[in-house]
């Protein structure tokens, strides 16, 4: 069964410090998404990227955070200057419809120090 | 503004059944329910959308009420591997929004 990748599981960086995490898609789906999850608390929209362009944001997805998708299968979350507050597990999603079933990928534990 | 789902945890002897509640003060588009375990990834359960379509996984029944923005999600016969957070994900209607607003979630445990 086809299934969303992440890399890395695990990042560690200091603060100030810039990270690109990665996701792979799955391979035919079109709308690709990145939600972030505070130990313990639910799980937040970031952003949503379709036809190569930001689809909607959320207000946490302010000027420090970029997408991109720079080739046919990969789909990145860059951080800029990260804080201590960005520690959290970042999720990657695809659907294949607008609006309909995510799936979301293992993702990757950012800690940030 | 995030749904609310109810009850925020559960504790059942497997083989019992289990009701999930999630509302929003939004009309909605659709709610989507995931199941979590502990440092894993949201799975994906059930969709349903306005005007009653739905797509999910076959031991898995929900209802979604249009009319007041409610949904629930039926476990039935519950097995020690539906323990987990489950949470629900709303899309509001006329917005054209596609990411999700998630509840808090519902802790279910399964005892054997």
């Known amino acids: 069964e086809p299934e969303v990748t992440q890399t890395p599981s695990h990042q560690v960086t200091q603060m100030g410090q810039e990270v690109i995490l990665r996701c792979v898609p799955i391979?035919?789906?079109?709308?690709f998404y990145w939600y972030r999850q505070i130990l313990g608390q639910k799980v937040e929209f970031l952003v949503s990227?379709?036809?190569?362009?930001?689809?909607?944001k959320s207000e946490i997805f302010d000027d420090q955070f970029s997408v991109e998708r720079p080739d046919g299968s990969n789909f990145t979350l860059k951080i800029r200057s990260t804080k201590l507050e960005d520690s959290a597990m970042y999720f990657c999603?695809?659907?294949?419809?607008?609006?309909?079933?995510?799936?979301f990928g293992p993702g990757t534990r950012l800690t940030v120090t | 503004q995030q749904p609310v789902q109810s009850p925020q945890a559960v504790i059942l002897r497997e083989g019992e059944d289990a009701v999930i509640n999630c509302s929003s003060s939004?009309?909605?588009?659709?709610v989507h329910w995931y199941r979590q375990k502990h440092g894993e990834a949201p799975v994906f359960l059930m969709i349903?959308?306005?005007?009653?379509e739905q797509k999910g996984h076959e031991k898995i029944s929900a209802s979604f009420n249009e009319k007041k923005q409610q949904s629930s999600l039926y476990l039935t016969a519950s097995q020690l591997s539906y323990s987990g957070t489950y949470f629900c994900?709303?899309?509001?209607?006329?917005?054209?929004?596609?990411?999700?607003?998630f509840g808090k979630g519902t802790h279910l445990i399964i005892q054997p």
């Open positions: 994900g709303t899309i509001a209607s006329g917005g054209g929004a596609d990411g999700l607003t």
């Open positions: 391979s035919n789906h079109l709308y």
């Open positions: 349903l959308l306005k005007g009653g």
């Open positions: 939004k009309a909605l588009y659709s």
């Open positions: 990227f379709y036809n190569n362009e930001i689809s909607e």
């Open positions: 999603a695809s659907s294949d419809f607008l609006q309909y079933e995510q799936y």
